[in-house]
């Protein structure tokens, strides 16, 4: 739709003042601007095709990547649920192999762990009671009354 000043152009005198000369036509400037860009307009459309294809191609390929992403992790997960039940059983036999062995570095006696926590019992004791009073100090504090009130 033409605006006003293209509607006012219409009465614009097509020549400089002087004598009289035929009518003159009023200049478009919207015509006149894509008279000039269409050309190098026309240049770019190529462009613009190529760029199409190289976005249409990097999705293509991504969909592709994603794909078969999912297809490996699919066929790693399956693997991992046929051989679950295996390793389980491999490491279970192993732990109770090396629970079973006695040797260097085996795991002490019921007798030897009663003496090493009688021993550390005391310390532990301590330190427990003084978190727990610690504790129950924090919670009876009284609370300060608040100066807005």
């Known amino acids: ?22 009518g003159g036509v009023p200049v478009d400037r919207a015509a006149a ?19 199409d294809g190289v ?3 990097g999705l293509d390929r991504a969909e592709q990547i994603r794909r078969d992403g999912s297809a490996a992790a699919a066929a ?22 090396s629970a079973a062995t006695p040797g260097e570095g085996a795991a002490p006696d ?21 978190v727990a009073r610690e504790l129950i100090a924090q919670l009876c504090a009284p609370i300060p009354e608040a100066a807005d009130r």
Do not use: H, K, Y
């Open 1 to 22: 739709m033409p605006g006003w000043r293209d509607f006012l152009d219409r009465f614009r005198p097509a020549g400089a003042p002087g004598a009289a000369v035929p």
């Open 33 to 51: 601007a894509a008279a000039e860009l269409m050309p190098l307009l026309a240049r770019l459309d190529d462009d613009q095709q190529r760029a």
């Open 55 to 57: 976005r249409r191609a």
């Open 76 to 97: 790693v997960r399956a693997r991992a649920a046929e051989n679950a039940e295996s390793v389980a059983a491999q490491a279970e036999a192993e732990v109770l192999g």
């Open 110 to 130: 019921t007798a030897e762990i009663a003496r090493r926590a009688a021993e550390r019992l005391p310390g532990e004791v301590e330190r427990v009671v003084a």
